[in-house]
């Protein structure tokens, strides 16, 4: 897949009002205000959400190089990373806006980042946090559960899955 960067660049679908642009310093605070509100629910209902930790978590471990900001109309609306890692591809920090939710664009950056995945026969890989609303869009999308732990469901989609 080539990288991120270029990727971001490139998806662009006409007529949709959505956008990936590759993330730049100054969106790095407001994702992690995004991540820290999208995923209070999950974490608080695990026994697991710390205000501090689910923010530095973001900070620590967003790969610029490989993430890109969802736009919507040019308004920040989410964020989503793709990596390269053994055998395939990373997605990591894939986090939508309230607002943004339920609508349809989650699915639309997914079948696009999929299809790049696809035309270079990769796997993907993610993890999803148990009882997360997330994992039935992945599961839509061909995602499967490769193995699991009271916090995690590692899953994994194969080239042309779905």
Known sequence: ???????????????????????????????????ATVMRADLVRLGRFDEHRVRQRLRDSLSPEYTSVIEVDGELAGCVTVRPVGDGLWLEHFYLAPRHQGR????????ALLAEADAEDLNVRLDVVQGSAARRL????????EGEDPIDVRMVRLPGAC
């Open 138 to 145: 992945y599961e839509r999308h061909g995602f499967t559960v």
């Open 104 to 111: 349809g664009l989650g699915a639309a950056v997914l079948r």
């Open 1 to 35: 897949m080539v990288d991120q960067g270029s990727t971001a660049e490139r998806i662009r679908p006409a007529g949709t009002g959505w956008a990936l642009r590759t993330v730049q310093p100054a969106d790095v605070e407001p994702l992690v205000e995004l991540r």
